[in-house]
């Protein structure tokens, strides 16, 4: 499925790789060759893709040799699909969701500076300054909250600086390439990792808008494969683009899906239920009744109901979840999209539909909904496969149908 080729620091020095092969059932490498040379672990790569034409040195991969045995002009030459720009990653490292364990490593490195600094100088210094600020707390005057303010836009700040350090040194120089039906990722400031992907192998693309990054019109496109599971998105596998203007991404897709449709129009999107919202609304009625009963249990008071204030917020927000739900089904793909402030989109080539699932809990049948479920032959890396839920019964078994109909008739290919 995948031949893997690490290098770091020292590794470039050398001019040496790791290899990785791995095949469609393993829990990870079933096989990994260290200190290789480049041109044999180029010439091993060829070997074992050898159906495909042998691929030139692709952009981004400067340290890799030149194809032996055969000439430029036979090979297909590689195009560059996207470069990932050094602002790029910053900005990356900045809406990423690795900004509150940045905040965590530098609130954690803080409980233990003591453990690292000499005994002395954590005396002298350190102890003066903490000493400082709790004086200035202890005053109660308007620096209290200037502290207060001060040591969380620090502790902010140094999260920050942590996000972006690692979005840099995991992507740095991130080039994706493609030539004849491979495509080709290359990236890292340290390790330098390349990785080849023919896309008939792509089973599930997942837009990933987290909210942050719905702010600025960015995402961030994974791919799940056939390959192994147990790295998870360890080292960016999974990874497509790590950073990109969400307006480019329809542009973009034929890329990764050579016969893909026209991206849906408004009126392509299906809508689940209208029943969705009123389930939702429920859900949270009870949630926030439940909170304001244990509010005044205690409290005793009127004031203590305040939970019930949530209870319109709630209703307003099911009603944006019920926009954004839906699917889009074409003779080639199905859509699925979900989510408000943090939004999924995935794409799934009908061929690589392996299994349709419809599920009903009591509730469901009470409504005459169901849960539709779509596997791939790999999920690993985007939180398994697409679902939508609150269908009309009649209507999931009619998509159902429509999905496995298809997808018997075209040929899965690995």
């Not at 409290?299 to 949530?310: E, Q």
Request: hydrophobic share 45%; with cysteine; proline share 6%.
């Amino acid at each position: 499925q995948d031949v893997r080729l690490e290098q770091g620091v020292l590794h470039r020095l050398l001019r040496v790789v790791d290899v990785h092969i791995e095949t469609a059932s393993g829990k990870g490498a079933e096989a990994s060759l260290s200190v290789l040379g480049q041109a044999e672990a180029e010439r091993l790569r060829r070997a074992i893709f050898e159906q495909a034409p042998s691929p030139p040195v692709p952009p981004g991969d400067a340290e890799a040799p030149a194809v032996p045995g055969g000439s430029a002009a036979a090979a297909p030459s590689y195009e560059i699909v996207r470069r990932v720009r050094l602002g790029e990653l910053i900005a990356a490292g900045l809406t990423s969701n690795h900004l509150a364990s940045g905040s965590a490593i530098v609130f954690g490195g803080w409980a233990f500076l003591d453990d690292l600094l000499p005994r002395d100088l954590e005396q002298r210094y350190l102890r003066t300054f903490v000493r400082t600020i709790l004086d200035w707390w202890a005053q109660g005057g308007q620096s209290a909250w200037l502290v207060a303010a001060a040591t969380l836009g620090f502790v902010v700040l140094a999260g920050m600086v942590v996000s972006v350090a690692g979005s840099v040194v995991l992507f740095y120089g991130f080039t994706l390439s493609r030539g004849g039906e491979d495509l080709h990722r290359a990236y890292g400031l340290f390790t330098r990792r390349a990785s080849r992907l023919p896309r008939r192998r792509i089973q599930l693309l997942q837009i990933e808008e987290s909210t942050p990054r719905r702010l600025f019109g960015l995402a961030t496109l994974r791919a799940d494969t056939a390959g192994s599971a147990a790295e998870g998105s360890k080292g960016g596998r999974d990874v497509l683009l790590p950073i990109v203007a969400r307006a480019e991404v329809d542009a973009l897709l034929p890329a990764f899906f050579p016969d893909v449709d026209a991206a849906p129009a408004a009126h392509d999107w299906r809508r689940v239920s209208p029943r969705a919202i009123r389930r939702g609304t429920a859900k949270g009625v009870l949630a926030c009744a439940a909170l304001a009963a244990l509010s005044f249990l205690f409290l005793r008071s009127l004031p203590a109901l305040w939970p019930l204030l949530l209870i319109a917020p709630v209703y307003g927000l099911n009603v944006l979840d019920y926009r954004h739900l839906g699917y889009a089904l074409s003779p080639g793909y199905f859509r699925t999209r979900r989510g408000t402030f943090r939004r999924d989109t995935h794409v799934v080539p009908v061929r690589s539909v392996q299994v349709v699932t419809l599920r009903q809990s009591p509730f469901d049948r009470r409504h005459g909904l169901a849960l539709l479920r779509v596997d791939t032959a790999g999920q690993t890396y985007t939180g398994g496969g697409p679902q939508i839920g609150n269908l009309p019964w009649h209507e999931a078994l009619a998509l159902a149908r429509d999905l496995a109909r298809g997808a018997a008739q075209a040929r899965f290919r690995w």
